[in-house]
């Protein structure tokens, strides 16, 4: 026999339309707690919770109805809202520890490589920029005299550049903006 089991990916790819026009009506005709609760858990598990179906197209007395369950489960579907808003924080939380530990990580391989005895550690950032710029120069002149150059290795070499760039004199401007933020809100909180 031959079982086919929809994947979770395919059965959410239908969903997400139906979900989010049903939470775009919720919330335009004042149901913003319950419509966040349905983003947030999902319709079939609000339904399950609250023991009421939640029609897809609900009409003006289905919306009444919804009201005052709203009113009613009020507590709940502030529960569930801000449990989806605490793991959206703490998603945020983590990804900010993520970046400062990897601009962390970048600035002190940076300086070891400043430190290191060899003159390939210390111009091998600098010499890959005049490369990649040598380079797309190059391109732009054979370019400019009629030599078709390949499309894809400008795009590549383009992109390398914009990588180079960034994280040449970007880097460490984004490090140290984040340095400050950082500076400054814990001036903020020794004040309190």
Not at 94 to 122: F, P, V, Y
Not at 125 to 145: K, Q
Not at 168 to 189: A, D, L, P, Q, T
């Amino acid at each position: 026999m031959d079982f086919h089991i929809p994947s979770i990916k395919k059965r959410t790819y239908y969903m997400l339309p139906i979900i989010t026009s049903l939470v775009q009506t919720l919330a335009v005709n004042g149901l913003g707690l319950l419509a966040g609760a349905v983003q947030a858990k999902g319709k079939e598990f609000i339904e399950s919770k609250i023991g009421v179906r939640i029609p897809e197209n609900p009409s003006q007395e289905d919306l009444i109805k919804l009201k005052q369950l709203e009113i009613e489960q009020e507590q709940l579907l502030l529960q569930y809202t801000l449990k989806q808003k605490e793991l959206e924080i703490e998603e945020s939380k983590l990804l900010a520890e993520m970046h400062r530990a990897s601009q962390e990580n970048i600035t002190h391989r940076w300086q070891s490589d400043m430190g290191s005895d060899s003159k390939l550690s210390k111009n091998i950032r600098p010499g890959t920029l005049v490369y990649i710029l040598t380079a797309y120069l190059l391109f732009a002149l054979l370019s400019a005299m009629g030599i078709d150059i390949n499309e894809a290795y400008v795009k590549l070499l383009g992109e390398w550049g914009q990588l180079v760039m960034l994280a040449y004199f970007g880097g460490r401007s984004v490090e140290k903006i984040f340095e400050m933020r950082m500076h400054s809100s814990n001036k903020k909180e020794e004040q309190a």
